[in-house]
């Protein structure tokens, strides 16, 4: 009867709340401390804009903000992000409003697989709030983050020029 | 992953209260950029984590006369944006933008790079050039350890479990001197050093060599200044001979502690390449 | 001492399966009354634009706005087969299958619109359709599916086109291979440091021959990301194996270029029409790689006077190459 019940109690996970704000929003979850940020935002918070590319932290399709600096969320404890504010491209844009970043991606082509587009996204977006007029070199700098595959990174920087120029 | 219990204390007292009551079956988290890859392929199994990134007395970039105290989870950014240590310490802030990639840069810590005692660890070779020494707490108190003490085995750091870094210490430089950090690697981001070079020198009234300090990283298990080369051109004034011999030098000191390895072919010659070549620069810098 | 060096590389590439594999494309169109079509094929899109060219060829056939087509790709349960999006064959196979279904579907509305209009001679352009002689005589695009609907005009069509070619002569290989040919030509200029074995790629220029860009962006694009491709194979990317496992298992050990890493690259599309391709055009997929390694290795050996034959020209190996079997590895 122990040695059964001690088998029982082993397989509950014991969950911890975790708040946070996420696009602006307060947010409570229950999570599993092993789990990452990049886990609780696709899985239990729904918003799968972000994606898990390698999930170690080489690639960056997982970018998000948080406290406003771009971080691979893969590489980040989901508690770590207690009382963080995180950004995810969900809040950069809607399909009604969509950040200049986003416009100028469409207008010059940046976009092919789509894959690693929301990181790139985000590590414009922490550029361009940080340094609104940057240099191509310092763009580069931004994006060197992110992998991308299909582009050769050419029309991404070019668009991201733009939408600085335009903002 | 497994799990494990996880604690994330706002003080550094209570910090040191939880190592001191689990020594030894408690893994230190900060950015997470090593430990979190290392927990999902689990080469590591702790039964707790200790987060100490909210911890304020482990932070922050502060001067006090000659000396510079950089706290423990200071961040690779955060070197590379401040004016104090880019003006102080070049080499420093220009170690800190060559890591990894903008993301992590948020992320990875300089007490975590040091305490990773990885032989790749970039943050290690730059600090030992500047003489640097680790601020250590625990439940017990406070010490200082001179890095180059802190750490002589790979992967394996010389302090006790119970303590934890809180910060960095390091002294200004002699007004003249001139540093440079140079990295070689595969390719121009996300790459980890093949090697580098810590370069610290200032020229005398006759352009003889007045000071020299010199850590080769990434190509030991433990780096460590390079005091033979040091000693060989301190006081010389750097012709171009004398510079093609500690080139030469600065290999066969390399081999004396690595032997010969698989990489040993292309490392011998291109660390002296790199070490005469950063030089030059910082000589002519002027 | 860093050493400078220009160097080309040059390519043809067959498009499609050839040797008389099986390589047709089918391509549905269904004209809703309302004049918004729904266009159905098993061609997958995954980011090199294909679903926009189909779109684009539906719309200039038709002369409709190109915001009113709903397109459905590589469905199984409602798309009809058309191959996998493989030897830079989409815009060929695919392309000409939509202009066929286009064109059968513009011929049955043709029909409705003669009858309605009294014409035979019409256009159909930017939502209308017009006789070319007396432009006044004219129906809007979607009246005339209201009228084809109400007339029982079935405006479902299906077309195939079929890209098989027939095969070589097994004894002497000459023969129909592929239905068509995609040629480029690339520059690269580079520097490389001999004191550690770094190639540095300066610029690359590549000119490639598509027939007709459908897509100019689209087309650049492919080409800047097989430049990047073509780089990375060159100079840093390496599958490492140990005993039959791989060691190379992670992004962070088997590196592609970064934002970093890619030069400035510039793009020229050649245009020289394909009779056999949809307006002209041909295709870009493989094509925008393929030259870059050797334009890049022969710039290299442009700058050294040494040819390397081990790949990647990365720093142990280029090292090796000038310095000798002792250095390197």
Same mark, same amino acid.
């Given at each position: ?24 929003? +307060? ?67 809607? $399909? ?50 992110? %992998? ?14 733009? &939408?600085?120029?335009?903002? | ?49 200790? @987060? ?23 961040? !690779?950014?955060?070197?590379? /944006?401040? =004016? ?6 070049? %080499?420093? &802030? ?12 948020? *992320? ?10 990885? +032989?790749?660890?970039?943050? %290690? ?7 640097? =020494? ?5 439940? #017990? ?15 394996? +750091?010389?302090? /006790? ?16 001197? #001139?540093?440079?950090?140079?990295? %070689? ?8 050093? *093949? ?5 610290? !020198? ?45 080139? #030469? ?30 030089? #030059? ?6 | ?32 009354? /309302? ?56 815009? !060929? ?21 003669? =009858? ?54 097994? $004894? ?22 001999? =004191? ?6 300066? *610029? ?19 080409? $800047? ?47 020289? &029409? ?12 493989? +094509? ?25 020209? @990365? ?15």
């Amino acid at each position: 009867m122990k040695a059964a019940r001690k088998v029982i109690m082993a397989k509950v996970q014991v969950k911890t709340i975790l708040k946070m704000t996420v696009n602006g929003k +307060p947010v409570e979850v229950a999570v599993d401390p092993t789990w990452t940020l990049l886990r609780v935002i696709r899985e239990e918070l729904g918003l799968t804009g972000t994606k898990e590319g390698c999930g170690i932290g080489d690639c960056g399709a997982c970018t998000v903000l948080m406290e406003g600096k771009p971080v691979n969320s893969c590489l980040v404890l989901a508690l770590q992000a207690e009382g963080k504010e995180v950004r995810t491209v969900e809040g950069l844009g809607t $399909e009604e409003n969509l950040d200049p970043l986003q416009e100028s991606f469409i207008k010059y082509g940046a976009v092919q697989c789509g894959f690693c587009t929301p990181g790139m996204l985000i590590s414009a977006r922490a550029l361009l709030d940080k340094n609104p007029h940057p240099t191509t070199e310092e763009i580069k700098v931004a994006i060197s983050g992110n %992998l991308c595959r299909c582009t050769g990174y050419v029309k991404i920087i070019q668009a991201i020029q733009q &939408a600085a120029q335009q903002g | 992953m497994q799990s494990y219990e996880y604690y994330a204390p706002r003080s550094l007292p209570e910090a040191l209260e939880y190592l001191a009551e689990n020594t030894g079956n408690c893994q230190i988290i900060a950015g997470g950029t090593d430990l979190i890859p290392a927990l999902r392929k689990e080469d590591i199994h702790p039964a707790r984590l200790l @987060n100490i990134l909210e911890i304020v007395e482990a932070g922050g970039i502060s001067e006090t006369g000659e000396t510079v105290r950089i706290g423990a989870i200071t961040t !690779f950014n955060d070197l590379a /944006d401040s =004016e104090l240590i880019r003006k102080e310490f070049p %080499l420093l &802030a220009e170690m800190a933008l060559s890591v990894g990639g903008p993301q992590t840069r948020n *992320r990875g810590t300089i007490g975590g790079n040091i305490a990773s005692a990885a +032989p790749a660890a970039d943050g %290690l070779p730059v600090l030992l050039s500047l003489d640097g =020494e680790l601020e250590l707490s625990s439940r #017990r108190g406070n010490r200082s350890l001179p890095l180059n003490e802190a750490i002589t085995k790979a992967w394996t +750091p010389a302090w /006790d479990d119970d303590e934890m870094i809180t910060a960095i210490k390091v002294n200004k430089l002699p007004p003249g001197t #001139r540093t440079k950090f140079y990295k %070689l690697a595969r390719r121009n981001a996300l790459a980890r050093s *093949r090697m580098t070079i810590s370069l610290i !020198f200032r020229s005398g009234s006759g352009g003889e060599i007045e000071e020299l300090r010199f850590v080769p990283g990434s190509v030991m298990p433990v780096p460590r200044r390079m005091e033979e080369i040091e000693k060989l051109l301190t006081g010389q004034v750097p012709t171009d001979e004398l510079l093609d011999r500690a080139a #030469r030098a600065v290999g066969e000191e390399m081999v004396k502690v690595t032997g010969i390895r698989w990489s040993t072919g292309y490392k011998k010659p291109v660390l002296g390449n790199l070490f005469r070549i950063v030089l #030059r620069q910082l000589i002519t810098a002027g | 001492m860093k050493k400078r060096g220009v160097g080309y590389g040059s390519m043809f590439y067959g498009l499609g399966y050839g040797f008389s594999r099986t390589d047709i494309a089918s391509a549905t169109l269904a004209l809703n009354q /309302d004049g918004s079509i729904i266009a159905r094929s098993g061609e997958v899109e995954y980011g090199q634009g294909s679903d926009t060219v189909f779109c684009q060829i539906i719309a200039e056939e038709l002369g409709v706005d190109y915001i009113a087509i709903k397109l459905i790709t590589a469905d199984t349960d409602v798309t009809p087969d058309s191959g996998p999006t493989s030897a830079s064959r989409l815009t !060929f196979v695919g392309g000409n299958a939509f202009i066929k279904v286009s064109r059968s579907l513009k011929k049955l509305l043709h029909g409705v619109a003669e =009858e309605i209009l009294g014409e035979s001679d019409l256009v159909f352009r930017e939502g209308m359709v017009f006789s070319r002689s007396d432009p006044e005589k004219s129906i809007s695009f979607k009246k005339l599916a209201g009228e084809a609907y109400a007339r029982g005009v079935p405006a479902v069509v299906t077309e195939w086109y079929n890209n098989t070619t027939h095969d070589v002569d097994p $004894e002497t290989g000459q023969g129909d291979a592929y239905a068509t040919y995609c040629w480029a030509t690339q520059m690269a200029e580079v520097e490389v440091d001999t =004191e550690t074995g770094k190639v540095e790629v300066l *610029r690359i220029v590549a000119v490639t021959d598509v027939g007709k860009a459908l897509n100019p962006l689209n087309c650049e694009a492919q080409i $800047e990301g097989g430049v990047a491709q073509g780089l990375g194979y060159a100079l840093e990317e390496e599958i490492k194996e140990e005993g039959g496992y791989v060691k190379t298992e992670t992004l962070g050990e088997y590196m592609i270029p970064t934002s970093l890493d890619v030069p400035p690259i510039e793009v020229h599309l050649l245009e020289v &029409a394909e009779p056999k391709g949809p307006y002209g055009a041909k295709g870009v997929g493989e +094509p925008a790689l393929i030259p870059t390694p050797p334009a890049v290795l022969n710039a290299v050996r442009n700058a050294l006077g040494l040819r390397i034959h081990k790949l990647p020209a @990365n720093l142990e190996n280029v090292y090796q190459l000038i310095h000798g079997e002792e250095a390197g590895n």
